[in-house]
């Protein structure tokens, strides 16, 4: 397990990743503690991260600052989610140990995923790190702070279910967009997956509390709320002994000042009859699905310990669409699974051009430790992994070219989220495109707009993956 912790030459890049730095400050009678926070991976750790910075900042001794190279302590919440999750933590460890090397910084703390799966590696590989803590240690993110700074060096991981999945936030994003996580961990156990073992077991959050931080976000701004869990359809299961997603979100249109409620990480085996008639009934559910299937063989998805196959997953997608006419249908496939053979590997090709999805990501599968995909026989070599993931994402940019083209001369709803006084025109997305993942739109008007404005644009043009536009 060693070799995962090896200094990377190079950071691949990962389409839903993103850098976060946020930095506090900690003044006391006899010294200033600056403390600098690097979020790594997904939506739901960098809710993990909002959580813990507005702890930071409820302790009442904290105010945020904007120079990492004059902090004295550096938080890492890492990702551990891949190998390039890996490489790409380590790296920040690396940069932040050489600032401490150099008297730059004093103290580092590792959280997350990374920490929580593998603490021994990293307390002997790379020294320079203070405290590294467990998802457990969340919660005592103000107390690990004034621990470091009492020159305390030490290991914390309480149980995995200590980790606070509510609470209040200092949000990130754009103050008009926020993710609202209703669920942590995983039950699904698919075999390539290590998040059950990182994050424990699927766990819901209750729906009162749901609704009502979805209130307090509208009280702040928040029009467009993203819900994510590491599958969002699963929501309440393990508390009311049945699917509660469709309840959830009639509760959550109700909220005034809400706009858009946009749903992500779906498994097709929950996308209900149900929960497509709450989104073809209430309007401010967006008719936008992000389900991975991750792949379309039969054989393949046993071996994933996953459900269906071609032709079910292609039955789902047309009823969606039945239901769901304009539905924006986005996925996620791995190519190169362990045995994943030539035949296999076109059944899946085939998938992408029958199912004709709106928006695809494709991954070469990455072998991690601890989990069954990872003892297979027939491992695929990793240019072969490579080259069948970009024949796929070839075959998809035909296919999101062709629908990109056909929103010529539509008029679409559309989020303001910046404006160039140079072109002097404006950027922001359509109802059909998620945060960070999905296209933009360029877009011109003839009066004041700002940040969080949704308004008509007639769609004139596209520049390879994006839109132009202007407001009629």
């Not at 890492?78 to 932040?96: G, P, R, S, V």
Request: one cysteine or more; hydrophobic letters at 40%.
């Amino acid at each position: 397990m060693k070799t995962a912790l090896k200094h990377p030459a190079a950071i691949a890049p990962h389409m839903q990743w993103r850098l976060l730095c946020v930095f506090i400050a900690e003044e006391t009678e006899f010294i200033m503690n600056r403390i600098g926070f690097i979020s790594l991976g997904c939506p739901k750790n960098q809710v993990d991260s909002e959580m813990m910075l507005a702890k930071l900042q409820e302790s009442g001794s904290f105010e945020i600052s904007d120079d990492l190279y004059e902090s004295d302590i550096i938080i890492i919440n890492t990702c551990a989610f891949i190998e390039d999750a890996k490489k790409e933590a380590i790296e920040n460890i690396l940069e932040m140990a050489q600032l401490k090397e150099e008297g730059t910084i004093q103290k580092i703390i590792v959280m997350g995923c990374l920490a929580e799966r593998y603490k021994e590696e990293l307390q002997s590989e790379i020294p320079e790190i203070d405290i590294i803590a467990g998802l457990g240690a969340n919660g005592d993110i103000v107390q690990l702070c004034q621990t470091v700074t009492q020159g305390a060096i030490l290991q914390k991981y309480p149980p995995k279910a200590d980790m606070p999945i509510e609470g209040a936030r200092v949000l990130t994003t754009p103050s008009h967009w926020a993710y609202l996580k209703i669920a942590e961990g995983c039950s699904n156990n698919c075999s390539y997956c290590v998040i059950p073992s990182i994050r424990g077991p699927f766990r819901s959050r209750e729906m009162e509390s749901v609704v009502a931080e979805a209130g307090q976000l509208a009280g702040q701004g928040v029009k467009e709320l993203i819900l994510i869990a590491q599958d969002t359809t699963r929501y309440g299961e393990d508390l009311y002994g049945e699917l509660r997603l469709p309840a959830l979100l009639r509760e959550l249109a109700k909220i005034e000042g809400v706009r858009w409620i946009r749903l992500m990480y779906c498994y097709p085996e929950r996308v209900t009859d149900e929960l497509l008639e709450v989104m073809a009934s209430e309007p401010k559910v967006l008719n936008y699905i992000d389900m991975p299937v991750q792949h379309a063989d039969e054989r393949i998805l046993r071996a994933m310990n996953r459900r269906g196959g071609k032709e079910s997953l292609l039955a789902l997608i047309a009823k969606i669409r039945e239901k769901l006419p304009d539905c924006v249908l986005r996925t996620t496939l791995i190519t190169g699974f362990p045995g994943e053979n030539a035949d296999e590997f076109e059944t899946l090709c085939e998938f992408v051009k029958e199912a004709d999805f709106d928006r695809l990501g494709c991954f070469a599968y990455s072998p991690e430790e601890g989990t069954p995909a990872a003892e297979l026989p027939d491992q695929i070599g990793e240019e072969t992994k490579a080259r069948r993931g970009e024949i796929i994402m070839e075959q998809q940019f035909e296919i999101f070219s062709r629908k990109l083209e056909s929103k010529i001369g539509q008029t679409l709803p559309v989020i303001v989220e910046g404006y160039d006084a140079y072109t002097d025109s404006y950027t922001g997305r359509t109802w059909m495109d998620a945060p960070e993942i999905d296209s933009t739109i360029n877009f011109t008007c003839g009066y004041e707009l700002h940040d969080g404005d949704i308004v008509d644009a007639e769609i004139i043009n596209v520049n390879e993956y994006d839109l132009i536009g202007e407001v009629i």
